[in-house]
T-cell receptor
């Protein structure tokens, strides 16, 4: 079974631009979560989508948004990029929502975003 | 406030030298504790889930244990390929929703 895939793997943008990242979950997984990983803050939860609806959100500004499509693929958008948005953005999928055994998440390789 | 603390930040071991990594947590309503391994430039790789105090899980040279306040990842006779950053995360709060808090990790280096 193929793992979680993310595109693009690397991205360079300038301040003020916007960016869209894509994530395809493991086949059959319907929940997709996004995380930001930086050396200083570690892994921080951005939001989770299940059945095309945002189910939970971390403490990030409104510039960070996402959506999920009917095939469970998800996109994350960051508008008005700032230097501090430079990070590894990770997507994770899990196969269910609402049961204890479904908390296990499987991560993709990430998108390395550099803002100059 | 929910918190996850991992120690040590970095650990260097000789090949075959066993040791333990620590993950202490303060959360309300723990629903699960997870261990991941992350290699440079890659996403975290799932290792274990622990749900209740006293639970233990093993995989090759790794063994994870859980108490009410902390979890340990024991590495027995490590090999250079075990070198990686090991991340601990806790799932707490609202049933069903993802509310995963990660520690900052322990960077393990195993020297041949």
């Amino acid at each position: 079974k193929a793992g979680v895939t993310q595109t693009p793997r690397y991205l360079i943008k300038t301040r003020g631009q916007q960016v869209t990242l894509s994530c395809s979950p493991i086949s059959g997984h319907r929940s997709v979560s996004w995380y930001q990983q930086t050396p200083g803050q570690g892994l921080q939860f951005l939001f989770e989508y299940f059945s095309e609806t945002q189910r939970n959100k971390g403490n990030f500004p409104g510039r960070f948004s996402g959506r999920q499509f009917s095939n469970s693929r998800s996109e994350m958008n960051v508008s008005t990029l700032e230097l501090g948005d430079s990070a590894l953005y990770l997507c994770a999928s899990r196969n269910n929502f609402g049961t204890a055994s479904s908390y296990e998440q499987y991560f993709g390789p990430g998108t390395r975003l550099t803002v100059t | 406030e929910d918190q996850v603390t991992q120690s040590p930040e970095a650990l260097r071991l000789q090949e075959g030298e066993s040791s333990s990594l620590n993950c202490s947590y303060t959360v309300s309503g723990l629903r699960g504790l997870f261990w991941y391994r992350q290699d440079p430039g890659k996403g975290p790789e799932f290792l274990f889930t622990l749900y209740s105090a006293g639970e233990e899980k093993e995989k090759e040279r790794l063994k994870a244990t859980l108490t009410k306040k902390e979890s340990f990842l024991h590495i027995t006779a490590p090999k250079p390929e075990d070198s990686a950053t090991y991340l601990c995360a806790v799932q707490a709060g609202q049933t069903g929703a993802n509310n995963l808090f990660f520690g900052t990790g322990t960077r393990l280096t195993v020297i041949p």
